[in-house]
């Protein structure tokens, strides 16, 4: 297996998270800036997405 490498920086996208309030996951952003925190079971998910759409 050949060896792989990573050119994100984890740091900045970490740090840019937690300037955002991110401190978990699971963790969607949603296109207006809506912000759905943690485990969301199935149906309040498709409720979440549905109540936001534009």
Do not use: E, H, M, W
Not at 6 to 12: E, F, H, Y
Not at 22 to 49: E, F, K, M, R
């Amino acid at each position: 297996v050949a060896p792989a490498s990573c050119k994100t920086d984890i740091a900045k996208q970490y740090q840019f998270g937690r300037s955002i309030g991110v401190n978990g996951t699971p963790n969607i952003i949603l296109p207006n800036g809506t912000v759905v925190p943690g485990y969301q079971p199935a149906d309040q998910l498709l409720s979440t997405l549905q109540s936001t759409a534009g």
